[in-house]
């Protein structure tokens, strides 16, 4: 009931709840208990007392059909597609599905919610049901791991042109694995490596992405953060949308990254770049590193101008921060 009760008021105006129950034909209360429950986890409910209750304008569940109905045949049929109510980790669940699989199968894992959500370095990526994009695309290659470098650069680009073509053109990249919205963290990505590093492996290539969420749903967040639903202007809420756009231009990025190699994504990277040309900061554990961040290189590297010249920076466990940042 619930995914065809936000359908019926995914048109952004107010509904109100007797005429909802009389749609589906359950009570009023019933209405109000289930929209109560996705309350109650942070969801985007408006209530007006003599109007009814309303949502965001294409605030809906995912549905694997409305996904794929939005692909060409050829790139939804490309990737076996799994969709779960709740899971600990979409990162998790595919690699999983790849093991029982037993072989190299590209496949994509989305969630509503997730129990144990991860980013990088350790952190938990909060997971409230039914409000972001929690998605893992397991995509094979032939060449090693050596020769993925850059990757999770690409996996930027992808996405931030989706969210460019879907209303949001403020979108910046951060070096080397997140994307910023008004100097916010909107989305991340998480890049893991499985199979023979050295010839035929593949990449776990997760995202997730802020659309939904208001400010009391993501209080457990330790920096700043944003969403969509947070943006300025008016773009796109579908997340089935989002995610068709997502799956088929990274698909053609990847196509284009076996051909090409990393160098040609290279322009695209640094005309997104937040902090290309600003004095920043490299933190590893312990050591701080400073200078100029003069962009990437051929590798996907960030290229740091010292007081003892350029440094090369590879991505793994380190964090960047712009040294003007309040």
Known sequence: MLSTLLSMMSDGQFHSGEKLGESLGVSRAAVWKALSRLEKEGFPIQRVRGKGYRIPKGAVLFDLDAIQQHLPTDIA?????????????????????????????????IAEQQSAGRGRRGRTWVSPYGQNIYMTLIEPFSNGAQGLEGLSLIVGIVLADTLESCGYPQVRLKWPNDLLLENRKLAGILIEIAGDLTSDCVAVIGVGINVLMRAEAGAQIDQAWTSLLQAPGQGELDRNKLVATFAQKLLLAMREFRRSGFQIFIPEWEKRDAWLGQSVSVVSGANVLKGVHRGISERGALRLQTAEGEMLVSGGEVSLRVNNAP
């Open 77 to 109: 049929t490309y990737w076996q597609w799994h969709l779960y109510p709740s899971i600990d980790s979409t990162n998790a669940e595919a690699q999983r599905l790849m093991a029982s699989a037993g072989g190299h199968q590209p496949l994509v894992c």
